[in-house]
């Protein structure tokens, strides 16, 4: 059967791209990336691409007068591509209402914090401001106001005692590389789709028990 068509769009690093071409690289997994777009020249995320084959195109966003022509332009390089799928995996820029709705449910994004909490940026550090016990991630397909839109992955993990932001985006970004390959295959496999604004996911397995920070053991 044809595999499930991924456009993803980077700005920099590319390790949450570099978790989908390992999946990928899974003939039995059920998507494979067709293209890969950066908006930022020369960033490490192409570098992985390249390494893995995989078509890329840089579209500077520095090159265009307004949002709404860059816009025009990375829709038709996408399309280009035939995508069923386009993932934001750290793709930098905002996307206007007028990009989000060319793209009905068939565009998804990562975020480095458990929404609807910690929209925006410096997510981390405002946890820790905030002296929440967990942080997170979260897969959710994309609508037009910023880090909104149905949920279809979550990812939890504790904040520890000691944390600098450093450490803790680090234990986020090693459960964010399990949940963008999941995320993906749930709604290749036609498993995980929208209801009213809610991901409904067929034949999910929920998670065991539950996570206590600090846990009970440990303050007794
Ligand atoms: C990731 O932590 C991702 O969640 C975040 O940028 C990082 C990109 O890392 N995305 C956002 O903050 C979107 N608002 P990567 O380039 O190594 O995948």
């Known amino acids: ?32 990336i067709a ?16 390494k893995a084959g995989i078509p890329t195109a840089v579209l500077s966003h520095k090159n ?8 025009d332009a990375l829709d038709a390089i996408i399309r280009e591509a035939e995508p069923d799928l386009v993932c934001l995996a750290g793709f930098m820029r ?9 793209w009905p ?9 458990l929404l609807p909490a910690f929209r925006g940026l410096h997510t981390h550090e405002r946890v820790l401001e905030a002296g929440a016990r967990f942080a997170g991630c979260t897969i959710h397909f994309v609508r037009p106001a910023m880090d909104d839109g ?12 000691g944390d ?11 459960e964010e590389h399990k ?11 036609g498993r995980a789709r929208v209801e009213n604004e809610r991901v409904i996911v067929d034949a999910a397995t929920p998670p065991p028990g539950a996570l206590i920070n600090p846990a009970p053991g440990e303050t007794a």
């Open 94 to 102: 905002i996307l206007t209402e007028g990009f989000v709705r060319r």
């Open 1 to 32: 059967m044809a595999r499930f068509k991924l456009a993803v769009l980077i700005s920099g690093r590319g390790s949450n791209l570099q978790s989908l071409i390992d999946a990928c690289a899974d003939p039995a997994y059920p998507a494979e």
């Open 179 to 189: 949940i963008y390959p999941l995320a993906v295959r749930l709604i290749a496999e």
């Open 164 to 174: 600098d932001a450093d450490s803790l985006a680090a234990r986020v970004l090693a």
């Open 150 to 161: 149905p949920i279809i992955v979550q990812a939890a993990v504790p904040v520890h005692a």
């Open 105 to 113: 449910d068939r565009l998804i994004n990562i975020h480095p914090s």
């Open 35 to 50: 293209l890969v777009v950066s908006n930022i020249p020369d960033v490490l995320g192409l570098e992985r691409a390249k």
């Open 64 to 71: 265009f007068n307004d949002r709404e022509s860059f816009e």
